[in-house]
């Protein structure tokens, strides 16, 4: 007894010293620092010492302090954990964090003293701009009373013109990420910048290091010209110091390609305003790559016709031919679409020169072209009698042998100078562009770190740990060097193979300047003080430089008195300063287009550059598959993963959400004998239990749920990047509960966008993919109205001629008379507010569903919900797929808002009056009357309206909070929703019209999906004005109402039938 | 008591009787007055609780209890629970409201309709389904309320006056179910309760405990049973049954026009109001014969519910199939002849076997229309095995009837990109199994406290009631 006695002593002795340890020497650990985790598994961390003890007293604090916390844990429902989790925020960041910081010193929102300008209720626009994919898009961020709650695109700006695309409509969210990391951390523990710059320095100042020997940086993208700068300083201040680059979609071919071509490296810049044919190889230009905003707007701007039905033989739109394995936004919208295995389009590419009359190399496949031959003569001529009118694009995942290609067709064509022109690179490491080999760099870094030849590496940005190529072991070799540090938004995978974390301010923080694809710069400045402690990249580097500790402001100033010979202090400076941040772009910034000529040596240079993958390029293509990595088209490499908007917005294509799959076409789904699984709880509109397959690739495998896209080409595997994570957060997943599978595990350096010899062997699992619309087919319906431009021409009026008369008139003859509907009068002066949507430009890219989303306090359910059919955005994009599954004709996009019916069937069902007819024509929905029947959204035909099933909205945590738009309500458990034709941007317009005493012009209300709209395809606007463009446009021949025949509902969400263009000259095609 | 006025004396009409074949006779046989009220006010004042009761009772309360928790989890969490989408917005919750009130059909018509078309067979199962309709009501009324996403704001769907002088919507066919089943409802109880007054009144005068005496004394509200009180009773009893008449068939038929005046292919029909009707007393006979069968046997009431009495009502039950089943044939027959695109789909849909509920349809024709077509045979629509079987295929076929009209016309409505599929949750289940549960508590508590059968009437039935008439 007395021996069990001292046991029991003993065990609590022990207790007591592993907590002391904890306390005392916090070791490195790869595990989580939730402290809610059991002991005995993995190391526990603790952020107070309340919480360490795990008292009853610290759990009656939590409560007390943030009761969602006991409201969620409570919540038995597994489905709703992520909510939780969101809701759990026990961030003491969030609304905390703003006190951790000293006061702001330089003058930045939020204001100690209100100024003039800052009118409560009122949102201010400060123009600012996002970095990604290398380049920046102006944005103009609107904050209310110092809080950024969204973003628009800045009309001024070369890349936006206005537009966003839907990740920067969700970058907002990202600033308010509760998983945000928040202070320095060394091993876990929470240290000050301080600690940090000492361990740098005690570095730097050991024998050997003054010059910088053993100091590696890893940066990825450089946008910022005064981040190049400071680089540029570094490496003069630390010569022996070394730059490398991660970038999981690094684009540098195309600057080798210009190199080859050109004899120096260079960035392509379309116009695409002039271009008549394009040819796309591999390139979703629509959709991807730092100018895809401006190059969508222009591309449409070719297209769009608005013509009357007499002057229909005038109306003229460019040629879209498209090249691609996968389908994504461009093929969608293309004329003729040719569905390629990724490493057949350079093959076709080679074939459609030698076609056009250039001397190549013997094609690698005489196949492609034998299959093909009508499809490469048809494009050759189309292009041919389109010279200097035309384009070719190659697509970043190609090799530099197609962009060298496409740069001989262009210069062949005669489109050098004219539809394309090349500018100083723009997304490089360097100003100069000097490295070019970025993979090759980032090799060179993991072998040095290996030979132990790396004393120091600072990582600022990108999450090389995640994305590097399976084949490179950086991960391993990253143990090897003796101080880490890592500069980051999230403590992510990366971070947590570092013994040192530093938090990186958000884009809205901090100051930085970037540039766009076309070089223009704009001054990024910060619209909120820094919620927790982070600095940015510019105040690290200038650490590392010179340990001098420099505010990002005093930084970026001084580059551009440099950059403009002008001195700091002089009011002409400041005068050009205010401007630039005014304004959101510097003026003169734009990069000319420089004089290039093709090498007449492009052939060898081309030999040179093929004979590198000439050992995979000779296997019979048909005996193997083949796989293909693309970014994925809301998260991109994964560095979104945690925002719950991009992983919640159906992609554009495939309408998958919360994951990633192994897209295969029909005939290769059915070859390897798999199908379609069975319906998940929501059937079409909420996904299936698809079978599990493994994918193995050089010996390397990773389970992936299968799913099958009509059009995709046969014999290949499509996935995208950026799943899988384990470290992201909350919502882009942990190590106990991934999102997706990681595909970063097949890639390896020398395939890093395709491979050969994939092998799928089935599983017995399946796993639930949660997609909102599987249903691809109309079903002889006619939602879509689409023709070819000759047919509209031949017939401008088949909009309306396809129309059963019969059956209009019966639906009109039984409107007459005794009715439930009420008539309503909306004559002048009342307003009429109607949309009008454009589905010859609607590129399905989401940016509307992203900034409503932002704009109207849209809540994320989770991939549950969604599985269960209840998305709850208030736009949609229904994508259809015509003509046969296996061989799809076109693919078609159409944005679904509420119609706002004047004969609207939700009403008269309505028992409570929830929802109501405005006087001026809006179908309102009055949320605090709604006791959610759901009668309202079973009589919807158009099915746009979303019910709080669960209680969605996020009401606590403080961090969601700070985002609301306050013109918006959230809204509760059990109420049913939609879209408004944003009513709160209507009613400031009014206002603001009353008060300056005018009427309301057209423009004056833009609503959230419009303003974001890179392709101009959603128009808004009274319907009494004459004037104005919605009124104009819906006199177009093109437009017809959706359902409206059938059920008289007049919508006043209409449509402009669908134009294409495909070659007159080519039969079949 | 022997020269008290009856019921029956109202119907004389010699040419009714005439007209009519050699009807069975319904009149309790072997009894007396005496002996007939013994026998029936004893199940409930002097025999025992047998232990069948305790272990029918003990099921039914525990499927209650799983009922209550399903309810609390629902109200704490929210209908998320259920198996609910945006395009299926309604499932199982609207589908048991339908079918419990099609239940609760079956008694106010045995009770009014077939008091006014002098039926003297209901006089045994009056009192058994007027109960029966109650308790199905009570079922049903929860259901719409359980539904809503705010059901704590259920009240706003009533006319009441409040502050912001807002009314219900009185288009919308929900505020008319409001008003119908709440109607039909009190309507119901209350002549539930009157007729039971004279009953009450016996058994008040037989009760053997001081609690039952106060009880029974206080609900049979001073019955002395004079000839003014049955005077006055049977007046009331019968402009009830007048009032009552015309609600049997509007409850149903304002029920259907939730479906029927919404503009979701496959609800927009016409035909509905009938089509429901038919179809809720089919399923509310099925109902009393289901509940008959066990009783008459358990509590020894084969005198008063003969075979007789349930062949009359296998006769209804096949009557109303005929009718229903002319309803699917109908509505098919004119989606097609109608030939529009989306509605000619959904009916398509419902049976062809390219969608998943293909069974559920095929499983309603074999439960409601094939089934109960055995019934043509006298011998077998005499035999109780059979009545129970059919009777519960006909409750199961016209449960999934209502499942099939609500989920796959909202399934796959005008656009195909909205298209979805309804899986139920263990939650729906619990809800349906639970209320079934609340069903049988309160029906097995109804048949140890009142008499199951409405012996005033059945009294009245024996010979010698009417002074010189002896019989029929």
């Known amino acids: 007894m007395g021996s069990l006695e001292t046991g029991v002593g003993s065990k609590e002795e022990d207790r007591t010293r592993d907590r002391m340890n904890q306390i005392l020497f916090a070791i490195s650990d790869q595990h989580t620092t939730a402290a809610s985790k059991p002991a005995g598994v993995g190391r526990r961390y603790w952020r107070s010492l309340e919480e360490f003890c795990d008292t009853d007293e610290f759990r009656r604090l939590v409560q007390r302090e943030y009761p969602s916390q006991a409201a969620f844990a409570l919540d038995p429902l597994n489905r709703r954990k992520f909510l939780s989790l969101m809701g759990a925020s026990l961030a003491l960041a969030g609304a905390s964090g703003c006190s951790i910081t000293p006061a702001p010193t330089t003058e930045i929102v939020p204001y100690v003293r209100r100024p003039e300008d800052i009118v409560p209720g009122k949102p201010l626009f400060f123009a600012s701009a996002m970095a990604h994919d290398g380049a920046a898009v102006g944005l103009l961020i609107e904050t209310h009373e110092g809080r950024p709650t969204k973003v628009e695109g800045n009309p001024d700006h070369p890349a936006s013109l206005g ?147 007499a002057d229909a033989r005038q109306a003229t739109m460019n040629r879209l031919y498209v090249v691609e394995p996968a389908v994504t936004c461009t093929g969608a919208k293309a004329d003729h679409r040719l569905a390629l295995r990724a490493s057949e389009v350079e093959a076709f590419a080679r074939s459609l020169a030698r076609e056009a009359g250039l001397s190549t190399p013997a094609a690698a496949h005489g196949d492609v072209r034998s299959r093909h031959s009508t499809w490469i003569s048809a494009v050759a001529h189309d292009l041919e009698a389109h010279r200097g009118r035309c384009l070719v694009i190659a697509g970043d995942r190609q090799p530099a042998s197609v962009q060298l290609l496409a740069i001989a067709l262009n210069d062949h064509f005669g489109n050098i100078g004219q539809t394309v022109e090349y500018t100083r690179p723009i997304a490089s490491l360097l100003a100069n562009g000097s490295t070019t080999d970025w993979i090759g760099s980032f090799r060179d870094l993991t072998d040095a770190m290996g030979q132990g030849a790396v004393k120091c590496l600072v990582i600022l940005g990108g999450n090389p740990v995640y994305t590097a190529p399976a084949d490179i072991p950086f991960a391993e070799n990253l143990a090897k060097v003796p101080l880490r540090l890592r500069l980051g938004l999230h403590e992510d995978e990366t971070s947590r193979l570092c013994q040192w974390h530093l938090p990186e301010t958000h884009f809205m923080e901090a100051w930085s300047d970037a540039i766009a694809y076309d070089g223009t710069a704009t001054i990024v400045q910060p619209v909120i003080e820094p919620l927790y402690e982070g600095r940015s990249a510019h105040e690290v580097v200038a650490i590392l430089t010179d340990s001098r500790e420099v505010p990002g402001r005093a930084i970026v100033r001084e580059y551009w008195a440099n950059e403009w010979k002008l001195d700091l202090g002089s009011s002409e400076f400041e005068t050009r300063w205010q401007t630039a941040l005014h304004d959101g772009v510097v003026e003169g910034t734009r990069l000319p287009a420089q004089t290039v000529t093709l090498n007449t040596r492009w052939q060898s240079e081309l030999a040179r550059e093929s004979s590198q993958l000439e050992g995979s390029q000779n296997e019979d293509p048909t005996s193997s598959l083949e796989i293909a990595f693309a970014m994925d088209p809301s998260i991109c490499d994964g560095r979104f993963a945690n925002n719950g908007w991009l992983q919640e917005l159906p992609k554009p294509i495939t309408k998958i959400t919360w994951g990633n799959t192994a897209i295969v076409s029909p005939a290769t789904a059915k070859r390897l004998g798999l199908g379609m699984g069975s319906y998940a709880h929501g059937g079409e509109h909420g996904g299936y239990h698809m079978p599990v397959v493994t994918l193995t690739l050089d010996g390397r495998s990773v389970d992936a749920p299968l799913w099958i896209m009509p059009g995709h080409a046969d014999d290949a595997v499509t996935v995208h990047l950026g799943f899988g994570r384990r470290h992201a957060g909350r919502i882009g997943g942990s190590s106990d509960e991934t999102v997706g599978f990681n595909a970063n595990l097949l890639r390896t350096a020398n395939s890093l966008w395709f491979a050969r010899d994939l092998k799928i062997t089935a599983t017995d699992q399946t796993e639930i993919v949660a997609c909102t619309q599987a249903h691809h087919q109309m079903e002889g319906r006619d939602s879509i109205r689409a023709a070819s431009l000759n047919n509209f021409q031949e017939h401008p009026n088949f909009v309306s001629q396809a129309i059963d008369d019969e059956r209009r008139e019966r639906t009109l003859r039984a409107a007459d008379g005794l009715s439930l509907l009420t008539p309503h009068n909306y004559d002048p002066p009342r307003h009429k507010w109607g949309m009008l949507i454009d589905l010859t430009s609607c590129i399905g890219c989401n940016a509307c569903v992203a900034a409503c989303q932002a704009e109207n306090n849209i809540p994320v359910v989770g991939k549950d919900e969604v599985s269960r059919g209840r998305e709850m955005h208030w736009i949609r994009i229904d994508r259809y797929v015509a003509g046969d599954a296996d061989v799809p004709k076109a693919f078609h996009f159409q944005p679904l808002p509420c119609m706002h019916c004047e004969n609207a069937p939700c009403e008269y069902v309505c028992p409570v009056e929830a929802t109501v007819h405005s006087a001026d024509g809006l179908n309102d929905m009055i949320y605090n009357r709604c006791v959610g029947t759901r009668f309202c959204s079973n009589n919807c035909p158009y099915k746009v309206r979303r019910f709080n099933f669960l209680a969605y909205s996020d009401f606590d945590s403080p961090g969601r909070r700070m985002q609301y738009n306050p013109d918006v309500t959230v809204r509760s458990r059990g109420v049913m929703e939609k879209c408004t034709y944003c009513v709160q941007r209507i009613r400031h317009a009014e206002i603001g019209a009353e008060t300056e005493d005018r009427p309301l012009v057209d423009g004056d209300v833009i609503t959230a999906c419009q303003a974001a709209c890179p392709t101009q395809a959603i128009v808004f606007g009274d319907l009494n004005d004459p004037q104005s463009q919605v009124k104009q446009a819906k006199d177009s021949p093109l437009h017809y109402s959706l359902l409206d025949e059938e059920l008289n509902t007049r919508p006043r969400t209409t449509y402009l039938a669908e134009l294409r263009n495909p070659n007159p000259d080519w039969e079949g095609g | 008591m022997a020269d008290r006025p009856s019921l029956v004396r109202i119907e004389k009409p010699a040419v009714a009787v005439a007209a009519a074949a050699p009807l069975p006779d319904y009149t309790p046989r072997g009894h007396d007055f005496t002996s007939l009220t013994a026998h029936i006010s004893d199940v409930v004042l002097v025999k025992p609780t047998g232990l069948g009761w305790f272990t029918s009772f003990g099921a039914a309360s525990l499927l209650l209890l799983l009922f209550g928790g399903a309810i609390v989890f629902l109200l704490m969490t929210g209908v998320g629970i259920w198996g609910l989408s945006v395009p299926v917005a309604w499932g199982f919750a609207i589908t048991d409201f339908v079918w419990w009130v099609g239940i609760g059909h079956a008694g106010t018509l045995i009770s009014a309709i077939l008091l006014l078309l002098h039926q003297r067979w209901r006089t045994s199962i009056n009192r058994i389904a007027e109960a029966m309709t109650i308790f199905a009501l009570l079922c049903a009324g929860l259901f719409p309320l359980l539904h809503l996403g705010r059901p704590w704001f259920f009240y706003w769907l009533a006319p009441y006056p409040n502050t912001m002088r807002l009314w219900p919507q009185f288009r919308s066919p929900l505020v008319w179910d409001v008003f119908a089943v709440s109607t039909y409802f009190a309507v119901s109880l209350v002549f539930w309760y009157i007729g039971m007054i004279p009953d009450l009144a016996t058994m008040r005068d037989r009760a053997t405990s001081r609690r039952g005496r106060i009880a029974y004394g206080v609900l049979a509200m001073g019955w002395r049973n004079s000839a003014r009180h049955w005077h006055r009773y049977e007046s009331t009893y019968l402009l009830l049954g007048g009032l009552a008449t015309p609600l049997v068939i509007s409850v149903h038929s304002v029920v259907s026009a939730d479906f029927a005046a919404a503009i979701v292919p496959g609800w927009h029909e016409t035909v509905f109001p009938p089509y429901f009707v038919a179809g809720a007393i089919f399923s509310g006979f099925a109902m009393v014969i289901l509940l008959c069968v066990p009783i008459r046997h358990i509590y020894k009431l084969k005198e008063f519910i003969t075979i007789d009495h349930l062949e009359v009502m296998g006769k209804i039950v096949l009557a109303t199939s005929l009718l229903t089943s002319f309803g699917y044939l109908s509505e098919q027959t004119l989606s097609w002849y109608g030939h529009e695109k989306v509605e000619h789909y959904v009916y398509l849909n419902r049976i062809a076997a390219f969608d998943q509920y293909a069974f559920v349809s095929w499983s309603l024709v074999f439960c409601n229309t094939v089934a109960p077509q055995i019934l043509w045979i006298p011998r077998l629509r005499r035999n109780q095995v059979v009545l129970v079987a059919v009777s519960t295929l006909v409750l199961v076929g016209m449960w999934l009837e209502r499942y099939m009209i609500i989920t796959t016309s909202l399934h796959r409505d005008y656009l195909t990109s909205s298209w979805g599929m309804f899986l139920p949750t263990i939650w729906d289940f619990l809800t349906f199994f639970g209320s079934i549960g609340l069903f049988a508590t309160a029906f097995l508590l109804f048949i140890r406290s009142a008499p199951i059968l409405a012996m005033s009437e059945l009294r009245a039935m024996l010979p010698g009631s009417h002074g010189t008439e002896v019989g029929r």
């Not at chain 1, 190049?228 to 010569?239: C, G, M, V």
């Open chain 1, 163 to 309: 537009a966003t695309s839907a990740i920067h409509q969700a970058s907002v969210l990202d600033l308010y990420d509760p998983d945000r990391s928040q202070s320095v951390r060394y091993l876990g523990e929470t240290r000050t910048w301080d600690d940090a710059i000492d361990a740098f320095r005690a570095m730097m100042s050991e024998p050997g290091q003054q010059r910088g020997g053993g100091l590696r940086l890893l940066i990825g993208t450089v946008a910022s010209p005064t981040l190049r700068r400071q680089l540029e300083s570094l490496q003069q201040r630390l010569p022996d110091a070394r730059l490398h680059t991660c970038e999981s979609a690094p684009n540098e071919r195309a600057l080798q390609a210009a190199r080859a071509g050109f004899g120096e490296h260079g960035s392509p810049r379309y116009d695409f305003t002039k271009a008549d044919v394009v040819l796309s190889l591999d390139a979703d230009f629509l959709y991807e790559g730092p100018g895809h905003l401006r190059y969508a707007a222009d591309f449409i701007s070719r297209r769009r016709v608005r013509t009357s039905a």
